[in-house]
């Protein structure tokens, strides 16, 4: 350490094992009320440990301290604008923690009879329904936990599918601007992955879709509007091309907080759609989760969907309907995971939908898209775009892709030293570096959160940057300096990987 | 206005006006004019103030018996722990609930710092030296897990133990359907798990510790034999157990996971808790999912950045080891947290606390006239009982009375037809322990009278 650091940067850098000291402790355990038995007469010692886990030693002030002092080395959503590109960082409304910590929903056990949990099988069908008004789709599974895993569940549910007509095939179809969860999807569904190219306006090549389009292929993957923040003109083609060989069209519903009720992915011809409620519905994203992927499809597809479903049954003799877990599947895929899905992430998006209603969820895309291009608009005026233009010039969705090729042709400066330099402006970076297809790509979501002064000022901060870069790119290169930590050494991290400590 | 969004009719007009159209519609005009929706959908509702939605959501827990409103015993893969007040007051936080993945480190070091925490502690209790920052819970752990087998080995089959919970293999026969890769079961007998002959063919060895019916398994036994057969040992976990039994990694088993629930999370009618993955160093570059590493800064400070991230969806594409993308962090963070207050010598007195009154409980209640143990294997915190009456309407009468005595065997075994799993935790004393033997007793008693005269 050098001698310039003060003692308490060093104590900051602990982690809660070098906090430890032997005798320390939070815990106390409830009183021991049966009969003290020998753990020898209960465990046989070729069973047992030598020695306990080396977990932290630690009294409960000092557990609060650490990790509220770690949380401040967070940025969040709560403090400041997070235009992260693809993952719609939307407020989190404060009630949907407060119902979704209620002992009913909270402490409610997940093999508990379903006479006994009404309220929450009530609560899952009635989501079921807002999902399936939402995405045009009449069935919904709500058991996948992501929205890769979603996708999973879409590409063996079409192995289902093919299968259960005696049909083998063999590839997918993804466009060169998939997110990276498709191809990897498709892998382990045991597919080939077959990439669709990109026309000069950003759609999907319909020549090259046309040309892959073989009876061998099982499904289309694609993501409406697209990763480049685009509507895709021609998905009516694009459905009547996947459907003319039997194929299925697979939503990825990552953008789907363009399009609530304006359009819908089941009139667009989709037969699966995944939602991410952790996206369009407004879970936390809790530093990397939890989420939930519920699908939606059609009724060809509807005999495959993983087991229990959830279903309302009539009442007897004119009683209120009954909601159970319906196990007799026998087509099903079988189940993704344990228990019902997220059920605490249900909870939350429901309250939204509740809160919003349909004409709520429809302004949240109108302001969404508004913002986007009005962001847009307004960097392209403040002289931005001679340097960061937009890779396709559109009106766009929800949100859209500049290039930074010309910032770093110019002014030497990458995409990722805006981004780092941006840092120090107090505003999380859009992402980076994706889509594949754009050079230097920077692609921008505000959401509907966002109110005009916030734009405005993101406008600002980028036209700052780009003036400091044509001084001095320097300045940005180095970037940041006003983080907890500096730029990290990423390579280093991987070339000998230190993944836990050494205790 | 929607009350979450905050442009006013002022903004909406200057910003249009900025953009160069007239009206919001235009700003949809590439989405084909037929499949544009007129007006609203009914069947989303109206919108309703925030007040109004509480109450319905209220209404809807009132509905739910939740393990404050009865005696319940159930386990079977998710366990009602006390939750400690400190993991609520520091997940709430909106630094760690709000942001995504940490993508840009140098603002997201104490979520980064917190997975590299909990990494550790989850290598310590598994004995294992590599760990991720969390997968999305137990049984989707297995199948992951039994993917990192095929990807390393490529062998056609696995053998998964009927010891293994039976979402836990569901889900592995799912996802394996799509690999291609066929499933085969060893069964139980005397409640530990008989291993067929194993041979070249065969991928991995899944088992559980302690299994589903809550037996202590000889790990070190099943895993020499797998490994005599060249495959791996995946060895699903309930990670408290793990205070007290040898780690699986001193087992010689390649991965544990397992269903992180326990640590700090809170039931949820079944999520979201998270679920862990450790593994050897050898499978270090095949591991799904985030990986937290230490490294240093340009000025020479430690940091924490994500690492190996040539493994995942987002960098290796087709080519990735999962396509998993969005886990459980906030879960995992109260992982981390609650086994820091637990700590090296409480979660000690906790499991033991578990192992003693399990045990008085499996005296008790096998005590009772019409009731044997399933199995006389050790057990931890769980216990298997086999009834002398249908399990489910002695269950039914005891629900009655509010006690909720476990879970139905019959449900996924029909070997163990009237079984019935009894799980213990810290919050079930000595009297509650009581009052389960006084209506469990009275409960077979009566449904043994019942059926006398049929």
Not at chain 1, 297 to 315: F, H, K, M, N, T
Not at chain 2, 62 to 79: I, K, P, Q, T, W
Request: hydrophobic share 40%; net charge negative.
């Amino acid at each position: 350490m050098s001698s310039g650091e003060s003692n308490l940067s060093v104590s900051e850098g602990l982690t809660i094992f070098e906090r430890s000291k032997p005798g320390r402790r939070a815990f106390v355990a409830p009183e021991l009320d049966v009969p003290d038995v020998s753990i020898d007469e209960l465990l046989p010692a070729e069973y047992r440990r030598d020695e306990p886990p080396r977990l932290p030693e630690v009294s409960e002030p000092e557990i609060v301290r650490h990790y509220n002092r770690l949380s401040k080395r967070n940025f969040d959503l709560d403090t400041g604008f997070y235009p992260l590109g693809s993952c719609t960082m939307k407020h989190n409304p404060k009630l949907h923690e407060r119902v979704a910590a209620l002992p009913g929903h909270a402490k409610l056990h997940p093999l508990q009879h379903p006479r006994r949990a009404q309220g929450a099988l009530e609560l899952m069908w009635n989501l079921q329904q807002a999902l399936a008004a939402i995405a045009g789709l009449p069935h919904v599974s709500l058991q996948p936990s992501a929205g890769s895993h979603g996708e999973l569940a879409g590409v063996l549910l079409t192995r289902a599918y093919h299968e259960d007509r005696g049909e083998h095939r063999t590839k997918v179809l993804t466009p060169d601007t998939a997110h990276g969860t498709n191809p990897a999807t498709v892998t382990m569904g045991g597919y080939d992955v077959v990439k669709v190219g990109i026309d000069a306006s950003g759609n999907v090549d319909l020549d090259d879709l046309r040309a892959k389009a073989d009876t061998d292929v099982a499904c289309l993957m694609l993501t409406n509007p697209s990763t480049l923040g685009l509507f895709e003109t021609g998905i009516e083609e694009i459905a009547k091309i996947v459907h003319g060989v039997g194929a299925t069209l697979y939503y990825d519903g990552a953008n789907l907080n363009a399009i609530m009720g304006i359009c819908r992915p089941g009139d667009m011809g989709f037969d699966i759609v995944h939602f991410n409620l952790h996206k369009t519905f407004t879970q936390p994203h809790g530093g990397g989760g939890p989420g939930a992927g519920p699908i939606a499809v059609s009724d060809r597809i509807e005999p495959y969907l993983p087991r229990p479903q959830v279903v309302r049954r009539a009442g007897d003799n004119g009683d209120r309907p009954y909601f159970d877990l319906e196990y007799d599947r026998p087509k099903s895929i079988g189940r993704l995971r344990g228990f019902q899905g997220n059920y605490g992430v249900f909870v939350r998006s429901y309250a939204y939908i509740r809160s919003l209603g349909a004409a709520g969820l429809r302004e949240v895309s109108e302001v969404a898209v508004l913002n986007a291009n009005y962001l847009l608009a307004k960097l392209k005026e403040a002289g931005v775009d001679e340097y960061l233009p937009a890779a396709y010039d559109r009106i766009c969705m929800h949100e859209f892709v500049l290039s930074g090729a010309p910032m770093k042709r110019e002014l030497e400066i990458r995409t990722l030293d805006l981004a780092k330099r941006m840092l120090d402006f107090g505003v999380h970076p859009p992402t980076v570096y994706f889509p594949l297809v754009v050079e230097e790509a920077l692609m921008v979501e505000p959401t509907e959160t966002e109110t005009k002064e916030t734009l405005d000022n993101f406008v600002e901060i980028v036209a700052e940057i780009l003036r400091e870069a044509r001084e001095d790119p320097e300045v940005a290169r180095n970037a940041p300096y006003t983080t907890p930590v500096r730029r990290l050494d990423e390579a280093g991290a991987a070339r000998k990987p230190v993944i836990r400590q050494a205790l | 206005m929607s009350s979450y969004v905050s442009a006013t009719e002022e903004d909406r007009r200057e910003m249009l006006a900025q953009i160069g159209v007239s009206s919001i519609e235009e700003l949809f005009a590439d989405i084909p004019a037929r499949l544009r929706l007129e007006g609203a959908d009914g069947a989303l509702g109206p919108p309703h103030s925030e007040q109004e939605v509480y109450e319905e959501l209220r209404a809807l827990a009132a509905r739910n018996v939740s393990s404050e409103d009865e005696l319940s015993f159930l386990g079977a893969g998710m366990y009602d722990h006390y939750v400690p007040a400190l993991v609520d007051s520091i997940i709430e936080r909106s630094e760690f609930l709000t942001p995504y993945t940490p993508y840009q480190p140098e603002i997201s070091q104490g979520g980064l710092q917190a997975m590299f925490e909990y990494q550790t502690a989850m290598s310590e209790l598994t004995g294992l030296p590599v760990s991720n920052a969390s997968v999305y819970e137990g049984p989707s752990a297995v199948g992951a897990a039994g993917y990192v087998a095929k990807i390393t080995n490529s062998r056609p089959r696995f053998v998964v133990s009927r010891g293994v919970h039976p979402h836990s293999r569901e889900t592995l026969q799912t996802l394996a359907r799509g690999w291609g890769a066929e499933v085969v079961e060893a069964p139980l007998r005397d409640g530990a798990t008989v291993l067929p002959d194993l041979d070249g063919e065969v991928s991995a060895v899944i088992v559980q510790q302690p299994n589903f019916i809550g037996a202590v398994e000889d790990l070190s036994s099943l895993a020499s034999a797998a490994r005599e057969a060249g495959a791996l040992t995946i060895c699903a976990c309930d990670p408290l157990p793990l205070a007290l039994l040898k780690p699986p990694g001193q087992c010689g088993v390649d991965i544990a996971v397992g269903e992180g629930q326990t640590l700090g999370n809170r039931l949820d009618f079944g999520g979201p808790s998270f679920g862990f993955f450790t593994a050897t160093e050898a499978l270090l570059r095949r591991m799904p999912g985030r990986i937290a590493g230490e490294t240093r800064d340009v000025d020479g400070k430690r940091g924490f950045v994500l690492t190996l991230q040539t493994r995942e969806q987002h960098i290796r594409r087709e080519k990735a080891t999962s396509n998993i993308c969005t886990s459980q962090a906030l879960n995992a963070l109260a992982g981390v947290i609650y086994l820091s207050w637990l700590g090296r010598r409480g979660i000690v007195d906790l499991a033991e606390l578990m192992l003693k009154r399990t045990a008085y409980a499996r005296e008790r209640l096998s005590a009772i006239d019409g009731v044997t143990l399933l199995h006389e294997r050790p057990v931890v915190r769980e216990l298997a009982l086999a009834l002398d009456a249908p399990a489910t309407r002695v269950i039914d009468r005891c629900l009655a009375q509010n006690v909720n005595p476990g879970y139905a065997l019959g449900r996924d075994y029909p070997e163990y037809e009237d079984g019935l799993l009894v799980a213990i935790t810290e919050r079930r004393t000595r009297a509650d322990i009581d009052r389960l033997a006084d209506v469990l007793g009275a409960a077979v008693a009566a449904e043994a009278t019942a059926g006398v005269g049929v």
